[in-house]
């Protein structure tokens, strides 16, 4: 189990962690999510050592880390790290061997990665002729070969297309099913609330949210009203607690407080009420409350 407890880091008079903390179980997925700036990637930092924290420990199985600990994690960092030069299989194989692996277990190991991740082609091209998403797969593939036993990956997904978004998913998803605590940072929600167990919603510095996606989105109160009234005539929410939003051709209503009774009063005079009812709040609606 990994545990991030209690972090704090300035930079100058700039408080970057104010105190971050959380738990990751083995096999489990967090989503680890924010506001540019928030503290994500100085958060992973610490945790592969990169940085120092200014007070705060990270523990694996209860003891503080060490460097073979981290030497055995997986990480993908902000500013990435590939040799350009250096061809694909080449590369994989390399840090394979730095992390530990024996040569013919390092080809072996790469051989599967290149298969997985769709890079066989390109196995023998120098790094700097791929496509930045073709590149981020073989960041991904450096971060796996020697079999981490924590993976720590920093906005893996984004300017990924959706096949290499959906192979990295099931790739991790893999990693996680043997036992590997997964971190990653993602900016894109809807694939958080998709992929991870749990999730941190990180705002400037503090945790303001943790848990288990499902219980985050049971907690958030009666979760939001959604109204859809066929043949109204625009602007017949003005007045109304919520907005609309436009989902396909039509637009809907979605309330997060206010007297329901009145909604549907006000729907009705409206038009036709094709819909009204409660569902739980997206990681996107429970983001946006608890950064706000
Ligand atoms: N080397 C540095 N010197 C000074 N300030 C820094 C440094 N690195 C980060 N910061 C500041 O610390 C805060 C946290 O930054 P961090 O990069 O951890 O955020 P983030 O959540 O990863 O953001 P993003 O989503 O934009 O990647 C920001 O205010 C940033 O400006």
Redesign the pocket.
């Known amino acids: 189990m990994l545990e991030i407890d209690g972090l704090r ?1 300035r ?2 008079d ?4 104010d105190g971050v903390g959380f738990t990751v179980r083995p096999g489990e997925m967090f989503g680890f999510v ?12 610490i945790v592969m050592g990169v940085l120092g924290a200014d007070s705060g420990e990270v523990r694996l199985d209860g003891r503080p880390l060490g460097y073979d600990d981290r030497r055995a994690f997986g990480y993908m960092p ?1 500013e990435r790290g590939l040799y350009q030069k250096m061809k694909v299989a080449e590369q994989i194989e390399y840090f394979g061997r730095l992390h530990g692996l024996a040569p013919a277990a390092a080809r072996t190991a790469t051989d599967a990665l290149l298969e997985r991740l769709g890079l066989v082609e390109r196995r023998d091209d120098a790094v700097e002729a791929l496509s930045l998403g073709n590149q981020q797969r073989v960041q991904l593939a450096v971060a796996l070969v020697h079999e981490p036993t924590v993976l720590i990956l ?2 893996p997904f984004s300017g990924l297309d959706p096949l290499a978004v959906d192979a990295l998913a099931e790739v991790l998803k893999d990693r996680a099913a043997e036992g590997v605590p997964v971190i990653f ?1 993602s ?1 894109q929600l809807d694939l958080v609330e998709r992929l991870c167990d749990s999730v941190g919603i ?1 705002s ?2 503090r945790m303001v949210a943790y848990g288990p996606v499902a219980e985050l989105r049971e907690r958030e109160g009666r979760g939001v009203l959604r109204v859809v009234v066929r043949d109204a005539a625009p602007g017949w929410a003005d007045g109304l607690p919520g907005r609309i939003a436009r989902e396909g051709d039509r637009d809907v209503l979605l309330c997060e407080e206010g007297d329901d009774q009145a909604v549907l009063r006000t729907a009705m005079g409206a038009g036709t009420v094709e819909h009204f009812g409660r569902r739980q709040p997206t990681l996107t609606e429970i983001f946006r409350e608890a950064v706000a």
């Open positions: 880091k930079y100058g700039k408080t970057a962690l924010g506001a540019n700036g928030a503290g994500k990637t100085t958060t992973m930092r902000e920093d906005e940072s900016h990180i400037a510095g």
